[in-house]
């Protein structure tokens, strides 16, 4: 019973030493997530991606990326594969059983006369279980948990991610067909421009000069087209890339059509953001394993203690077979004397690996925090932007229309009315990066939160 006492405290001490060791992350979590909004336990995270981006037809593209994506089909390969490797090392737990059987004949003084013959024939059953008095097979058990974890964890990080990749380059797709929309229908003002300048020249109102400025008016717009229809064309490659398909043609709606889902906006507690994001939670479950191997480090510095037990049967004949039992057990203790400083050097080394992977998951806190900051600051600064463009462009058609009307009158030159075209183009694309950029906002605060990842 002693014995059993000194062991018991034993593992406890060597339990107590590694996890003295391995100090813990050093977090202080602020009141709140950003300073200027209140902490509100609702939070925009919490609302599935689907309640989010309410277009049908992004949706189906989120769906087809969540289905066909490679990188997420590799992940959950993965995760799959690391749970297979942690009930492998669960299984070390109980003692392992097997069958052993066979036939043995043996023929003595090959070169005598009088040669014998010797038969054995055997069939047992066997086990052997390894007493885990110092904690190496529960450190191991601890570690394929923890990787195991750490893999499902990344896999909705990366799910997260890519929602985000997805609607980001589908917000993108919109706004180049709005700027080709947009430059188009200048192009058809400026030939129109063009013409009526033609026939001014060769009717002998004005000089060439207005003429050759519709030119270069109508040549410059029209240069624009080939280079976004470019943009466009990659554009939906990158999202075929992402659904894992060929490339191909991407259905999409008119950006102008989109509405935003939210009308508040809540950031939740910032205990709730180390918990919601998983890539937080990945980087725990890394340190956790860093720690369970620091741990299996720790114990292999200690003996092994294996108890081994075999029963059968076993006859020099097969008339005698059934009538012979067998019994064998035997404890195996073996212990390592001298390595000149090796395993305490691996045990040693796992304590630096333990504190370089805390640092890292502190570094992951910290920038969860600076980026859902920076998310709040480009979405508060995106909708303004997107209110102010609004009016600018408003301003610039009302501006385009009095020069015309001037012009007209011949109050202004032709040269004004360019400049009040140029700067209405200009408001009408402006506005239109504006609104994407708005979106693209939401979703880098969405994601930042740690939204996207979550199951219907």
Not at 109 to 126: G, P
Not at 204 to 216: C, F, K, L, N
Not at 420 to 445: C, P, T
């Amino acid at each position: 019973m002693k014995h059993y006492i000194f062991l018991l405290i034993l593992l406890v001490c060597c339990s107590c030493s590694v996890r003295k060791r391995c100090v813990n992350p050093d977090i202080a979590l602020p009141d709140k997530i950003v300073a200027e909004i209140d902490a509100d336990s609702a939070c925009v995270a919490d609302i599935h991606w689907s309640e989010i981006f309410t277009d049908t037809l992004l949706q189906n593209l989120i769906n087809k990326t969540l289905e066909q994506n490679k990188d997420l089909l590799t992940a959950t390969a993965r995760v799959q594969e690391l749970e297979k490797l942690h009930r492998v090392a669960r299984a070390d737990y109980f003692p392992a059983i097997g069958t052993e059987g066979y036939i043995e004949h043996e023929t003595h003084n090959l070169t005598a006369e009088n040669q014998t013959l010797d038969l054995e024939v055997s069939a047992k059953l066997t086990l052997a279980w390894e007493a885990d008095f110092f904690g190496r097979v529960r450190w191991a058990q601890k570690e394929a948990i923890a990787n195991y974890l750490k893999s499902a964890e990344g896999q909705k990080a990366l799910q997260m991610t890519l929602i985000a990749d997805i609607a980001t380059a589908y917000f993108q797709l919109m706004a180049l067909d709005n700027e080709l929309e947009i430059i188009k229908r200048t192009l058809e003002t400026r030939q129109e421009d063009l013409n009526k300048a033609r026939l001014r020249f060769e009717g002998g109102m004005t000089s060439e000069i207005p003429y050759q400025q519709a030119q270069v008016e109508f040549a410059s717009t029209a240069v624009l087209i080939p280079d976004l229809k470019r943009k466009i064309e990659i554009k939906e490659n990158e999202i075929s890339l992402l659904t894992g398909e060929m490339p191909s043609n991407i259905q999409r709606s008119n950006i102008h059509q989109y509405k935003l889902a939210i009308d508040t906006l809540k950031i939740g507690l910032p205990s709730d953001l180390i918990k919601r994001r998983p890539d937080i939670s990945s980087a725990e479950q890394s340190l956790k394993a860093k720690l369970a191997k620091a741990g299996y480090a720790w114990a292999e510095r200690f003996p092994r203690f294996v108890i081994n037990l075999e029963g059968g049967l076993e006859h020099s004949d097969f008339n005698g077979f059934f009538t012979a039992p067998l019994t064998y057990a035997i404890g195996e203790l073996t212990a390592p004397l001298f390595a000149f400083g090796k395993r305490k050097a691996k045990y040693d080394a796992a304590i630096k690996a333990y504190d370089a992977e805390r640092f890292q998951y502190e570094k992951k806190v910290l920038q969860a925090f600076n980026e859902v900051n920076n998310a709040v600051t480009s979405y508060s600064s995106a909708n303004k932007q997107a209110e102010l463009m609004e009016n600018l462009k408003n301003s610039a058609k009302k501006y385009l229309d009095l020069a015309q009307v001037q012009h007209i009158n011949g109050q202004i030159n032709y040269i004004d009315v360019l400049d009040a075209q140029r700067s209405y183009l200009n408001a009408e694309i402006d506005l239109s990066y504006a609104i994407r950029d708005k979106y693209i906002a939401l979703i880098e605060l969405y994601k930042s939160l740690g939204g996207g990842w979550q199951n219907q």
